[in-house]
């Protein structure tokens, strides 16, 4: 019997690569460069299994020649790049990567909070450059962290994880959400409306899942109404902000700044966002260390291995 055929859409960590079962027939060796639209239709037609990034546009052209297909295992939490109803139709399971990531995208969301109210990136610049005059009294201000408040939308695994992280800088915590949550013993998180969260955040950090409900949730309507000493935070998806707004707010100081990981556009950025002071732009590296993105392809393995031996992928979207 022909071992089953693996299509990886593009280059993951070697320990991921090194752990493909040896029943697998791994379809051409993947690059870091993302897969045409003709190596993608060549790689869905001949595979029983794929795991693909959330770069990769699934749609249901794409899967109309997928006749093997068995199982798409994709390399992230949200799958808002696959058309997950034409997966369904053809019978096709839908998997994704949950909870492994959630430490390292709540510590990123933290280093961007950090970064752009403290003013890390601007300094770092600075004494790069030699210019740099030694220390004064009123030098490179910055925003104080301990003690204001946190808004968090969205109260998922990740949004959870940037909560407890607030204790340490003894921050209160509020969030909107479609339930309510109960955080750790010790710890009081209050739920509060969309309008009355965006008034009384100090710090407001994304963490909710591209839909076209959470596309463009923030915009010129939102963002002016944040205090003008208010942060906003994404490492959720690009399109939930509106980001011609977010350039007008941060130009005309309707908020103090911004640190995004993600972007409207990707890997596109507007060119005004570039060139301001008081955003930190990263290039979507909200799962990047090694360890987590080893663990998230070995989730994916996971989950293909139980669909082609007839068992329920664990990580079921669909």
Same mark, same amino acid.
């Given at each position: 019997?022909?071992?089953?055929?693996?299509?990886?859409?593009?280059?993951?960590?070697?320990?991921?690569?090194?752990?493909?079962?040896?029943?697998?027939?791994?379809?051409?060796?993947?690059?870091?460069?993302?897969?045409?639209?003709?190596?993608?239709?060549?790689?869905?037609?001949?595979? =029983?299994?794929?795991?693909?990034?959330?770069? *990769?546009?699934?749609? !249901?052209? $794409? %899967?109309?020649? +997928?006749? @093997?297909?068995?199982?798409?295992?994709?390399?992230?939490?949200?799958?808002?790049?696959?058309?997950?109803?034409?997966?369904?139709?053809?019978?096709?399971?839908?998997?994704?990567?949950? =909870?492994?990531?959630?430490?390292?995208?709540? *510590?990123?969301?933290? !280093?961007? $909070? %950090?970064?752009? +109210?403290? @003013?890390?990136?601007?300094?770092?610049?600075?004494?790069?450059?030699?210019?740099?005059?030694?220390?004064?009294?009123?030098?490179?201000?910055?925003?104080?962290?301990?003690?204001?408040?946190?808004?968090?939308?969205?109260?998922?695994?990740?949004?959870?994880?940037?909560?407890?992280?607030?204790?340490?800088? @003894?921050?209160?915590?509020?969030?909107?959400?479609?339930?309510?949550?109960?955080?750790?013993?010790?710890?009081?998180?209050?739920?509060?409306?969309?309008?009355?969260?965006?008034?009384?955040?100090?710090?407001?950090?994304?963490?909710?899942?591209?839909?076209?409900?959470?596309?463009?949730?923030?915009?010129? @309507?939102?963002?002016?109404?944040?205090?003008?000493?208010?942060?906003?935070?994404?490492?959720?998806?690009?399109?939930?902000?509106?980001?011609?707004?977010?350039?007008?707010?941060?130009?005309?100081?309707?908020?103090?700044?911004?640190?995004?990981?993600?972007?409207?556009?990707?890997?596109?950025?507007?060119?005004?966002?570039?060139?301001?002071?008081?955003?930190?732009?990263?290039?979507?590296?909200?799962?990047?260390?090694?360890?987590?993105?080893?663990?998230?392809?070995?989730?994916?393995?996971?989950?293909?291995?139980?669909?082609?031996?007839?068992?329920?992928?664990?990580?079921?979207?669909?």
């Amino acid at each position: 019997m022909d071992r089953p055929a693996l299509y990886i859409t593009r280059l993951l960590p070697q320990p991921v690569l090194e752990a493909i079962p040896r029943q697998y027939r791994l379809l051409p060796l993947p690059s870091d460069a993302p897969p045409t639209a003709t190596e993608l239709r060549e790689g869905f037609a001949e595979a =029983d299994a794929v795991i693909c990034s959330l770069t *990769d546009r699934i749609d !249901a052209s $794409l %899967l109309s020649c +997928s006749t @093997r297909l068995k199982i798409i295992a994709n390399y992230a939490v949200g799958y808002n790049n696959i058309d997950v109803a034409a997966a369904a139709q053809r019978g096709i399971v839908v998997s994704n990567t949950p =909870d492994v990531l959630t430490d390292a995208t709540a *510590d990123l969301t933290w !280093a961007l $909070l %950090l970064a752009v +109210s403290r @003013r890390i990136v601007e300094g770092d610049a600075w004494v790069r450059t030699g210019t740099w005059p030694g220390w004064k009294p009123t030098q490179m201000l910055g925003s104080e962290v301990s003690g204001k408040t946190l808004g968090i939308i969205g109260m998922g695994r990740i949004g959870q994880a940037v909560a407890q992280r607030a204790a340490g800088f @003894r921050m209160p915590v509020m969030y909107a959400g479609r339930q309510s949550v109960s955080p750790p013993p010790g710890m009081v998180w209050i739920r509060r409306s969309l309008p009355d969260l965006l008034a009384e955040s100090d710090f407001l950090s994304l963490h909710v899942p591209l839909t076209e409900a959470t596309h463009h949730l923030i915009g010129a @309507r939102e963002l002016a109404a944040m205090k003008p000493s208010s942060f906003l935070i994404n490492t959720s998806r690009g399109p939930v902000i509106d980001e011609a707004a977010l350039l007008s707010a941060l130009k005309t100081g309707a908020i103090a700044g911004a640190g995004l990981d993600v972007y409207e556009q990707e890997p596109t950025v507007s060119a005004g966002l570039v060139t301001l002071p008081n955003v930190v732009l990263l290039p979507h590296l909200g799962s990047a260390t090694v360890e987590t993105r080893v663990r998230m392809g070995l989730v994916c393995l996971n989950n293909i291995a139980a669909v082609l031996e007839g068992r329920a992928a664990p990580n079921r979207v669909i």
